[in-house]
């Protein structure tokens, strides 16, 4: 089993949706857990962290579930500028080593 | 502004060459960078752990005589792609943290594309 599994995506979806990606994480030690976004040919972003209590900022909101190692992140009203890979990522040691799940890509279309 | 600096951001070489990759955090210390590869439409896989004044930590399956990697100094980490062939060829990135536990958020460099030819 991966360590980090999302959804394969690709999601096209038009302008104003809401789009939903999941995730799911196999390492129970695991402490720390975020979002990233990597536009094409581009270097990861932070999108949002994670927390166990779920945490919103603007369109975005995040949830954990460490009963079912799941983690959600909910995009509203989605404009084009949306679109691009969303990665799932979570910490794996006590060094902070990250670990990248594969992505699901977004196309938020006109 | 960016906080991770990497150098350089596209490389094209002949195989069989050595390249050298720097990775700067700009305005904090790292004790710990971190080095990622990325092939087309994959996921960031992790190469290894760089420490500040120690050995590197390669994950499983990464070659540590191919892939040197030197963390002298608290801002500075550097990968070395030895006698790199066309398979080498990739996305390379690192990251970095300030301090502050494991909730840090990690700053990425850039990349660099490196092409063997």
């Known amino acids: 089993r991966k360590e980090v599994e999302q959804d394969p995506g690709p999601f096209n979806v038009p302008e104003g949706a809401t789009v939903a990606f999941n995730c799911t994480y196999s390492n129970s030690a695991s402490q720390s857990f975020f979002w990233y976004r990597q536009d094409c040919r581009k270097e990861p972003k932070l999108l949002m962290s994670?927390?166990?209590s779920g945490n919103e900022d603007g369109r975005f909101t995040a949830q954990l579930n460490r009963a079912s190692q799941y983690i959600s992140l909910l995009i509203r009203d989605s404009k084009l500028s949306d679109s691009a890979t969303y990665l799932c990522v979570v910490n794996r040691g006590s060094q902070g080593n990250l670990i990248f799940g594969k992505g699901t890509k977004l196309s938020v279309k006109p | 502004g960016a906080v991770v600096s990497q150098h350089p951001s596209w490389v094209i070489c002949k195989s069989g060459t050595s390249v050298k990759i720097e990775c700067r955090s700009l305005d904090f210390q790292a004790t710990t960078m971190f080095w990622y590869r990325q092939f087309p439409k994959q996921s960031l896989m992790l190469m290894a752990t760089s420490n500040e004044g120690s050995k590197a930590t390669y994950e499983q399956g990464v070659e540590k005589d191919k892939f040197l990697i030197n963390h002298a100094s608290l801002t500075l980490s550097t990968l070395t792609v030895t006698s790199a062939h066309p398979e080498d060829s990739s996305f390379y990135i690192c990251s970095a943290s300030r301090r502050g536990g494991l909730r840090q958020p990690q700053h990425f460099g850039d990349g660099t594309r490196l092409s063997i030819l």
């Open positions: 994670v927390y166990s």
